[in-house]
C-alpha cells in the first residue's frame, strides 16, 4: 500500500535528490549480532510526512472544482 519510492522519483524528475520527500540510501556493510559481516542493498524511501501539505493543498483545488461545478 502506498507510492513506489522509484515511481515518485520518475515523476519529480532530475531534482528527485533535492526534495525532502523522496530519500536514497547508498549500499553500505555492517556486522550481524554474530560478527558476520554483511552488505546492506541501496534502497529507495518515502518520507510520508512531506506529502501533507501538497495534499491538503490538492483536495482545496478539487472541492474548488466540485463546486463550480456542482453550482
Known sequence: MGLVAQEVASAIGSDAATRAVWCQDAESTG????????????????RYNELIAPMIKAIQELSTKVKTLEG
Request: charged content about 30%; glycine content about 12%; cysteine-free.
Open 31 to 46: 556486522t550481524d549480532a554474530d560478527g558476520n559481516e554483511e552488505t546492506y542493498p541501496a534502497s529507495e524511501g518515502l
